[in-house]
């Protein structure tokens, strides 16, 4: 019998063990978390009347592999719900201005809503334009920054004010550090095969409104949740894996890896050691890097950088809060100066998840180079969001609660030249640790479905390895 240890019960821990099953029912599985409960930096808060994320808000619905899991293991198409569509907004030069119309990931792609927005400058715009006429970017060993990449397709003032926005919030990371080829080399292939970033993504949605048209729906969110909270897909998932006979392990931290010929012992803080087969690691780099601390391919993930975040939830009742904006949300450009980084307006994105005459937001905070989540107070916290947040809306009185949900040093940075050393790592990984794998956000994935995917892999790639 074949017996595999998953040390890490987030997302990613949760997921390898489901396809373990899936594909593998004879192994046996022992997840060992150190915290009291699964799901990692997926936590939903139910709370007079609420349905409150504190970590991931939804996931990308054109990621496909995260609904089919959650089908699988009991979920049904009225449990899982489509954000309510929108005006999204960017607030840049301390003024809240609308997302100009056809801009994905702020890449325009049409023309007419681009020239008229009031977001960029005219020469700004007639910079952007150029990039219908450039040729592909040569990129020096491989990699390049998104800053950089966009700098030179579109010029400064897109890449400022639409762009890095809604991309580097995604990581908590200068986007002119941010590795293009971890993070979008999507783009780059776009810009390869069409000769300009704007063509590119004019040809994907060309293709998102014909596969719209193919699947006889009208306008669509692209993001989907869960009727009760993220967490109630992590509940389903640990109830089908412990129905699959899958053995959990909580407040049971693994102080060590000691490696075999046949395999690995897990050993304990109370230097209890058992033996297994096969061992998936999904932990955040900063667990796991100590394991191998005398092997110098490793030495990567002490150098590997992660920024500090805080979620913070405001619930109002509607008539103490103006909001005259008719939107979901809104990012925050580097040309204005705010503490927080983005707020999502919840109660117009996500409608199911407040009371009846109540409002709902959420707001983010922390960027690479300042440490305001590690050193303020959650109260400290509170004041600092809502004096920001007073620049775009009107609060009368107190908000009916808040909750702040600080994660540390929980989001690597992927600077130019990870790919390269992740490939290279995985690569050493399988040549000199047959029976170890090693997965997770400090390798390639942020989204929830990249997770899972992620696991699959992992999971592929050592079963074939140990039988």
């Known amino acids: 019998m074949t017996n595999v240890a998953i040390i890490g019960a987030g997302i990613t821990g949760l997921a390898s063990a489901y396809f373990i099953k899936q594909t593998y029912p004879h192994v046996n599985v022992t997840i060992y978390e150190a915290t009291d409960r699964p799901g990692g930096k997926i936590k939903t808060v139910q709370r007079d009347g609420y349905t409150i994320e504190l970590g991931p808000e939804s996931y990308l619905g054109r990621k496909t592999i995260m609904t089919e899991v959650a089908k699988a293991v009991g979920m049904t198409d009225d449990d899982i719900v489509t954000n309510e569509t929108g005006q999204s907004y960017i607030f840049a030069n301390d003024t809240l201005y609308p997302i100009p119309g056809g801009a994905i990931l702020g890449v325009p792609t049409d023309i007419k809503p681009f020239m008229s927005t009031k977001l960029i400058s005219m020469k700004g715009k007639f910079r952007a334009l150029k990039d219908l006429t450039m040729k592909p970017i040569e990129m020096e060993n491989n990699d390049m920054s998104v800053g950089e990449f966009f700098r030179t397709r579109l010029g400064d003032e897109v890449l400022e ?268 990984i399988c040549d000199n640790y047959q029976h170890l794998q090693i997965t997770g956000a400090p390798f390639e994935a942020v989204g929830l479905p990249d997770c899972i995917r992620q696991a699959e892999t992992a999971v592929k790639q050592l079963l074939s390895r140990i039988g």
Not at 200 to 226: D, S, T, Y
Not at 238 to 248: G, Q, R, S, Y
Not at 319 to 344: H, K, L, P, Q
């Open 161 to 428: 004010n639409l762009i890095e926005p809604l991309l580097s919030g995604i990581y908590g990371t200068d986007i002119d550090q941010l590795s293009l080829m971890s993070t979008f080399p999507n783009f780059k292939a776009l810009e390869e095969k069409h000769g300009s970033i704007i063509k590119g993504m004019q040809h994907v949605k060309k293709e998102r409104q014909q596969q719209a048209q193919h699947n006889q729906q009208g306008p669509q969110g692209q993001f989907k949740q869960f009727r009760n909270g993220l967490n109630d897909f992590v509940n389903k998932l640990e109830a089908w894996l412990k129905a699959h006979d899958i053995t959990f392990r909580y407040e049971t931290p693994v102080n060590d890896l000691i490696g075999t010929q046949k395999g690995y012992y897990v050993q304990l803080d109370d230097e209890t050691r058992t033996f297994y087969d096969g061992v998936i690691v999904a932990t955040p780099h900063q667990v796991f890097r100590e394991w191998f601390s005398t092997d110098p391919m490793f030495d990567y993930f002490s150098q590997l950088e992660a920024s500090s975040v805080a979620t913070i939830v405001f619930a109002f009742d509607e008539a103490n809060i103006e909001n005259t904006y008719d939107g979901t949300g809104f990012v925050i450009a580097r040309t204005s100066e705010t503490d927080i980084t983005a707020c999502t307006w919840t109660t117009k994105k996500w409608p199911h998840t407040t009371p009846e005459g109540k409002v709902l937001i959420r707001a983010y905070i922390g960027k690479q180079g300042d440490n305001i989540v590690n050193e303020k107070t959650d109260e400290e916290l509170v004041a600092i969001a809502k004096n920001d947040l007073q620049q775009m809306m009107t609060f009368h009185g107190e908000p009916d609660f808040t909750i702040v949900n600080k994660m540390p040093y929980a989001s690597p940075q992927y600077h130019v030249g990870h790919i390269s050393r992740i490939k290279a790592i995985q690569q050493h």
